[in-house]
């Protein structure tokens, strides 16, 4: 994870790497966020404004993740 090879301080190799826990955190309360707007009251609700707005959340925290630890600059890739 933390490599000689990767050209980066380390100090910046570590701030990527929380970078990358907290939006892997942000994508787990974004995936909350759909279920607790999808399933209010007794059942499943389609079609509401908060509903829309979890799931355009969540594509963009997966996408920014995506996109972080897919990066060939960054130290944490594959």
Do not use: D
């Amino acid at each position: 994870m933390f490599s000689k090879k990767s050209g980066m301080h380390p100090a910046v190799q570590i701030v990527a790497a929380v970078f990358g826990v907290l939006l892997f955190l942000a994508s787990l309360a974004a995936l909350a966020g759909i279920y607790y707007t999808h399933m209010v009251g007794g059942g499943a609700t389609f079609g509401t404004t908060t509903a829309s707005l979890s799931i355009i959340a969540f594509s963009v925290s997966i996408y920014v993740l995506h996109s972080c630890l897919c990066c060939p600059n960054c130290g944490i890739s594959k």
